[in-house]
C-alpha cells in the first residue's frame, strides 16, 4: 500500500469533504482463452444463517460461489459471508482476500499474500452530492496521474473512473443505487483482480 501513500493522502481530505456535505474506504497469469478455474467445496458444506439481511429481510447463505475474470482467465471460487465491525453491512468475501477495518468509516479487502492489491469500500449517505463526489474522485485521482479513463467495468447503477502509474492501476467508482457505496481498488496491470472485487461488492448490503 505504500506505493499510494499521496493518494492516501488524498482520500482522507476527500472523506472531510465528503463529511461537509452529509457523506460519512493470485491467480497466475491466464492464457488469452478462457479456462474456468473451479474449487473443491467438499470441506465447505453450505450453511444458512438466522436472521435477516439489513435491506431485504432475507436469510443469508454462509457462503456462495462467486466467478469473475481476471488477466483472460474465468476463475469460479467459494466466498464467505464477512460482517464489517467499522461498517454497517456485511459481503461474501473469496476465498484468497480478507476482509478487515483500516480506520473508520473505511473497510479494505486485502489479497492476501499481496496487500498492496486490495479494494476500499466506503458507504455514503442516501442524500450524497453525486456531482460533487465526482469531482473529489476525479481531482484525487489526478494527483496520480492527469490521464483518467473509463475503466470499461459492468457496474449497474455506477460510474468509474481509472488512472495507471507504471505497473499500478487505481480505479475509483461511485455506485449510485439504494445503497451508495465508494469503492477504490489498487491492482496491477499483470494482477487484474477489478472483477474479483467487483463481484465482491455487488453482494454487499447494508445493515
Known amino acids: 500500500m505504500n506505493n499510494w501513500k499521496l493518494y492516501a493522502g488524498c482520500t482522507i481530505l476527500a472523506g472531510l469533504l465528503l463529511t461537509g456535505c452529509g457523506a460519512t474506504t493470485h491467480d497466475d497469469q491466464g492464457a488469452p482463452k478462457e479456462d474456468v478455474e473451479k474449487e473443491d467445496n467438499e470441506n465447505h458444506p453450505p450453511h444458512q444463517e438466522n436472521g435477516d439481511n439489513g435491506s431485504n429481510n432475507k436469510v443469508r447463505l454462509m457462503e456462495q460461489h462467486l466467478q469473475y475474470t481476471s488477466n483472460g482467465r474465468t476463475i469460479e471460487k467459494t466466498a464467505f459471508l464477512k460482517r464489517s465491525n467499522n461498517q454497517p453491512f456485511s459481503l461474501y468475501v473469496l476465498q484468497p482476500f480478507k476482509l478487515s477495518a483500516e480506520e ?58 481509472e488512472v495507471e502509474n507504471e505497473d499500478e492501476v487505481l480505479t475509483s467508482i461511485l455506485i449510485k443505487g439504494k445503497e451508495p457505496v465508494r469503492l477504490s481498488m489498487f491492482t496491477k496491470k499483470d494482477q487484474d483482480y477489478r472483477d474479483a472485487f467487483l463481484k465482491m461488492a455487488q453482494t454487499l448490503s447494508k445493515e
Open 104 to 161: 473508520p468509516g473505511k473497510d479494505v479487502v486485502v489479497l492476501k499474500e499481496d496487500d498492496s492489491i486490495f479494494m476500499r469500500i466506503e458507504l455514503l449517505p442516501e442524500d450524497v452530492d453525486w456531482d460533487e463526489a465526482e469531482e473529489t474522485v476525479q481531482a484525487q485521482l489526478k494527483s496520480v496521474s492527469e490521464t483518467i479513463k473509463d475503466p470499461g467495468l459492468d457496474v449497474e447503477n455506477g460510474t468509474g473512473f
